[in-house]
């Protein structure tokens, strides 16, 4: 039992579950008349009087014997030592441990270790959140960590990690996304892993995923600036599936599963083609296509088409359900947040938030007509009578000040 309870102490999961295999096979092998034999008195072993010498004994023959004697005994002592130096590693010793082994993964490039990665980030977090609880700020805990730069700061002003990246103008892209999310939105995410190697056979063609088990961890394949970078759209879809598995309760979002599986018919039922796959797929495609381009999503059809974005009831209210966590609320007032995306290829300099007054008492009022102003809203800001100027607000984030980019939307003042 104290093996048992030393094993499950691990934090390294593959490590732990090892040792318990090799405890349960060392146990299940070594048969009770197999032990009485090995310990049993010489004189016990007699047939008609005449005592078997220690010649004439055979030992037990076969290789689970050889195996068990010669490699899962000593493995398993090896093993327990292991385990006994890793238990007795502090928070601070962990979590720096695990750092420095997700980095080592990443660089070596293995095939298929995502799972892996992922597993020892979501243990980290574990240990981190020890620290903060025992007291420790994130500037002491990064510290810890060997955080530099824009990743240290990205870490205390938001709480989360980066692991993989090359170059810090990566981590600065990120940043420019996150200082764009809904405040809400920031918390389900506590690690972003770049430069993963994904299962060519369970998803070759994905550049991005959510572990959803471990939670709270999103992964891709490639850096924002190596080949080709991340895409804006993989980045806000992976982060949509956080947002669903850490904002939406329990009830709403058996009735978001209800609405895919039993009433969306046809495919404008659906954000896009990917999103008819499952419930999570299709909210991760709208909070995508929202916030790619807001406009541009109210405007097209599923199939990209121009023409009545919500022909079908059923995406209307699952569109809801995903914008009403897009309501911000300011000075007693709602605000709708969204998005255009300009032309060029470089989103961090194109891409541009507003945030459009709407007329409600709660982010649960939202419907069809509030969509209906805010898509005239962003029409005007495009061009035409008005015009979008930007500030930047302070706001709070665990006692550092941080910019956040806001819009207003104004008449522009005649010349005359």
């Not at 090799?22 to 090995?38: G, M």
């Not at 008195?41 to 010498?53: E, K, N, R, T």
Request: aromatic share 12%; with cysteine; glycine share 8%.
């Amino acid at each position: 039992m104290v093996c048992f309870s030393l094993m499950f102490s691990i934090k390294m999961p593959f490590v732990r579950w090892v040792s318990v295999l090799l405890v349960f096979s060392v146990l299940h092998t070594s048969s009770v008349s197999t032990l009485s034999y090995k310990l049993a008195p010489l004189s016990q072993f007699q047939i008609d009087d005449v005592q078997i010498s220690k010649v004439d004994r055979k030992e037990p023959t076969g290789v689970g014997h050889s195996f068990r004697c010669r490699v899962l005994t000593p493995a398993l002592f090896l093993m327990l030592v292991l385990l006994a130096g890793c238990s007795s590693m502090s928070s601070e010793e962990r979590a720096r441990y695990i750092t420095d082994e997700i980095g080592t993964r990443i660089e070596k490039k293995e095939w298929g270790n995502s799972y892996d990665v992922s597993s020892l980030a979501d243990d980290r977090w574990d240990n981190i959140e020890e620290l903060i609880d025992s007291g420790k700020s994130r500037s002491q805990i990064a510290t810890l960590l060997g955080l530099k730069d824009d990743k240290r700061s990205l870490f205390i002003q938001y709480g989360i990690l980066v692991d993989g990246n090359r170059n810090n103008e990566d981590v600065k892209r990120l940043k420019t996304f996150i200082e764009k999310l809904p405040p809400s939105h920031i918390p389900a995410v506590h690690t972003v892993l770049m430069g993963l190697s994904f299962s060519r056979i369970y998803d070759h063609d994905k550049s991005g995923r959510y572990y959803f088990i471990e939670g709270r961890i999103i992964g891709f394949v490639r850096n924002f600036l190596g080949e080709n970078g991340v895409k804006l759209i993989n980045l806000a879809h992976e982060w949509g599936h956080a947002v669903d598995f850490y904002l939406v309760s329990f009830l709403k979002g058996k009735w978001y599963w209800t609405l895919h599986l039993l009433f969306s018919w046809g495919d404008d039922a659906y954000a896009s083609e990917y999103g008819g796959a499952t419930h999570w797929e299709d909210f991760a495609e709208i909070y995508e296509l929202w916030m790619t381009d807001s406009l541009k999503f109210l405007n097209k059809q599923s199939g990209g088409a121009a023409g009545k974005r919500f022909s079908s009831r059923v995406l209307l209210w699952k569109t809801l359900m995903v914008l009403r966590h897009f309501v911000i609320e300011r000075e007693g007032k709602y605000f709708l947040r969204a998005y255009r995306h300009g032309r060029g290829s470089k989103w961090p300099d194109k891409w541009t938030l507003l945030d459009i007054e709407v007329d409600i008492g709660d982010p649960s009022d939202l419907d069809l007509e509030h969509l209906l102003k805010v898509r005239d809203a962003l029409k005007e800001a495009d061009g035409g009578d008005k015009k979008v100027s930007f500030r930047f607000a302070p706001s709070q984030n665990q006692g550092v000040k941080n910019p956040t980019l806001l819009a207003h939307v104004e008449p522009i003042e005649s010349s005359s």
